[in-house]
């Protein structure tokens, strides 16, 4: 049974996507808009049309920096997190494990970049176009999770938390 809330919601989705049809350009498009309005209630339709654009990869990739600069969360000319602010979390919590230092980060700027196809990454941009990075890999079942330093084409090791293989 739905709430009165959801029930809203949902008509404010049907009303959205029949004043702009354009937007029902994937299957998902109803979902994904209906827990947009869910989680920010009172955003622009323009705010909700880039929504929208930003979570059209819907399960497999997400955009957290740029869903919090949209909703207004973050301002997008703020400074970035610099290779000194990864360094200093990594190093006060190096103790408390990888997934810890991630939540560290993720506290300090949203990643920009979350997902993938088998082995999943989140990418905190060091600078506005990813030239400059710190990407996270998780643990796949087969490797280290580490955290690696990308610039220049090259990728440096900041943190490298073995493979826990069961006895």
């Keep these: 049974m739905l709430t009165e809330n959801a029930e809203s919601v949902s008509e404010d989705v049907i009303n959205f996507l ?26 622009s339709d323009e705010q909700y049309k880039e929504l929208l654009e930003v979570r059209r990869y819907d ?27 990864v360094k200093k979390v990594i190093e006060e919590n ?10 560290k980060l993720a506290k300090i700027q949203p990643a920009d ?13 060091l600078d506005d176009d990813g030239k400059e990075c710190v990407i996270a890999v ?5 490797h280290d999770r580490q955290i690696l330093y990308y610039h220049s084409d090259e990728y440096e090791p900041l943190y490298v938390e073995k493979l826990k293989i069961p006895n």
């Design 18 to 43: 029949e004043k702009y049809p354009e937007l029902k350009y994937h299957d998902k498009a109803e979902d994904i808009l209906y827990e947009c309005m869910e989680l920010y209630p009172n955003l």
């Design 59 to 85: 399960g497999w990739l997400y955009f957290p920096y740029q869903e919090a600069v949209i909703v207004g969360e973050i301002d997008s000319s703020a400074p970035r997190m610099t290779l000194d602010d």
């Design 94 to 103: 190096r103790d408390s494990g990888f997934d810890n230092i991630v939540a």
């Design 113 to 125: 970049q979350v997902g993938g196809s088998g082995t999943t990454t989140a990418q905190f941009f």
């Design 138 to 142: 998780y643990d796949d079942g087969e």
